[in-house]
């Protein structure tokens, strides 16, 4: 052939396959089967056999499907089965009759009661040609093969199924069908919500930089961070997140998504993070919340889906020991002691590996002994005063303490009590003037007050337009405080 010659482009792949599958209240197994019969191309029709119990459960999945994979034809039988093996297995020949230009065959038979199991294993017994599937407790696809007595034995497959087959479902597709115990309908406001930013490891290690600079102001963060504007003026530690676990691989994640419940007591609930990742769904609540001794009602109707497991972040303090008790596998909680790990705090939750450059910015940026302040939540007032004056344990500098109390601004004097009797004060100077005639004016002004304080110290700067001094109260209290603090915006020194 000539190598200019372009390659005929191959023939579709014939649709050749049948899939059956059990209904349940949990259908992930069911989900990640289909996926994985659509995923080659050959699946043309989907069975779902249901009972009087599991008629809802199968419709469900039935709608699911039809918005998922419209082209893919699905068979739901108007009258129930039952659990009973001989009708089992008159409705898996009648499918077989139904179809008969089909030719590859799979049952899914996770979600079969006891009792349907042995038809199970007769079918394969009259079609050796079925492909006989299952999922286990722990996630893991095992084949089955019919065996005497009505039984299924293991057998090994060379392709199955996956435990993040389903994971690309859309969203909003997925959450109204996951509801099962309401026959309301479920409103996802999918345009109200965004999804995450792909950024770099760097990228993600710039922003968490700029972060004690900022306050943890997440817009102004992103814009210092990056050197570019925010895509969104709300932009924040959910999309933090949202970005943090795209990059970890989790592709099917969405950020402030607005979900209701329309029922007579309606319930609205905006899910800050919402992902699907190795089969299961994803919640986030990560925005700060007040924690007051009186808390408002929370309706929890959204936030109990079967099988999700929800994560609850409060990055501004430490969780009670309630709390800590009540975490499960299904509700886990992040405080502000696991934030400095959350890089790797998400990889064990959602059993991702977390690269190395994430790790650092734990290490450099998040850990304890880089930053005392909070991470990923706004310092108070105190907390920035406390971490700028202690240097060390037992060490203060009084001047970056009152820079940070005056907000970054040089102030014109400060002021500290050093000892019962003895009191720092130190300003700045509008000009030069000799260190005498600075002195005597500020002996002058105490003379005053009527304070019994003497100056037993003073020093000017070399430059001359800064002064220090120590002075002595010759009486307890705290009268030199009160004195001073009528001078707080104007200089001491003229």
């Known amino acids: ?130 492909i006989i599937l299952r999922r286990q407790p722990d996630g893991e696809w095992q084949g089955l093969a019919s065996a005497s007595g009505g039984r299924l034995n293991p057998e090994h497959l060379e392709d199955a199924p996956q435990s993040q087959q389903a994971d690309a ?16 309908e479920i409103d996802v406001q999918w345009r109200l919500s965004r999804a995450p930013e792909k950024l770099t490891c760097e990228q993600m290690a710039a922003i968490a930089g700029a972060g004690r600079e900022a306050n943890w102001e997440w817009h ?84 109990q889906l079967p099988g999700a497991h929800r994560i609850v972040v409060r990055s501004g303090r430490r969780a009670t020991i309630a709390e800590r008790l009540l975490t499960d596998d299904q509700t886990m909680f992040l405080d502000s002691d696991d934030c400095r790990r959350l890089f790797s705090r998400l990889g064990a939750l959602l059993g991702l590996n977390v690269p190395p450059a994430l790790r ?25 005063f406390t971490d700028a004056i202690r240097l060390d ?35 700045s100077l509008p000009q030069p003037a000799p260190p005498e005639e600075l002195r005597q004016r500020l002996d002058d002004r105490l003379a005053k007050s009527r304070l019994d304080a003497s100056v037993v110290f003073y020093e000017v700067t070399q430059n001359r337009m800064h002064w220090y001094a120590l002075v002595r109260m010759r009486e307890e209290g705290d009268q030199l405080g009160r004195w001073l603090s009528r001078w707080r915006n104007v200089p001491l020194i003229t």
């Open 1 to 130: 052939m000539n190598p200019d010659t372009p390659t005929p482009a191959m023939p579709p792949v014939e649709a050749d396959t049948a899939l059956v599958v059990f209904a349940a209240r949990d259908f992930w197994s069911s989900l990640q089967s289909i996926s994985w019969c659509m995923a080659s191309g050959r699946l043309d029709t989907l069975f779902i056999y249901q009972t009087a119990e599991t008629h809802a459960d199968a419709d469900r999945l039935r709608r699911l499907c039809s918005r998922q994979w419209p082209t893919l034809k699905v068979v739901l039988p108007g009258e129930p089965g039952t659990d009973l093996s001989a009708k089992v297995i008159e409705r898996l020949r009648a499918w077989r009759r139904f179809r008969p230009n089909l030719t590859r065959w799979i049952l899914d038979c996770t979600a079969a009661e006891p009792p349907m199991l042995a038809a199970v294993s007769r079918a394969g017994d009259e079609f050796p040609d079925w």
């Open 169 to 184: 479902i859309g969203l909003p597709f997925l959450l109204p069908s996951l509801y099962a115990d309401t026959e309301a």
């Open 220 to 303: 102004q963060m992103f814009e210092e961070g990056l050197k570019q504007p925010a895509p969104v003026s709300e932009w924040g530690f959910n999309d933090f997140i949202g970005a943090a676990l795209a990059l970890l691989g989790v592709d099917n994640t969405r950020i402030n998504l607005p979900v209701r419940l329309g029922t007579k007591r309606p319930c609205e609930q905006i899910f800050d993070v919402v992902a699907v990742h190795d089969g299961a769904l994803w919640l986030f609540d990560c925005q700060p919340r007040l924690d007051t001794d009186t808390p408002a009602e929370f309706d929890l109707r959204l936030w």
């Open 360 to 384: 650092a910015i734990e290490r450099d940026t998040l850990a304890l002994r880089a930053d005392s302040l909070p991470v990923f939540s706004s310092s108070s007032a105190a907390q920035q």
């Open 393 to 427: 344990e037992r060490i203060y500098d009084l001047q970056r303490g009152a820079c940070a109390d005056a907000g970054s601004s040089q102030p014109p004097w400060l002021a500290a009590r050093v000892a019962d009797d003895l009191w720092f004060i130190g300003g």
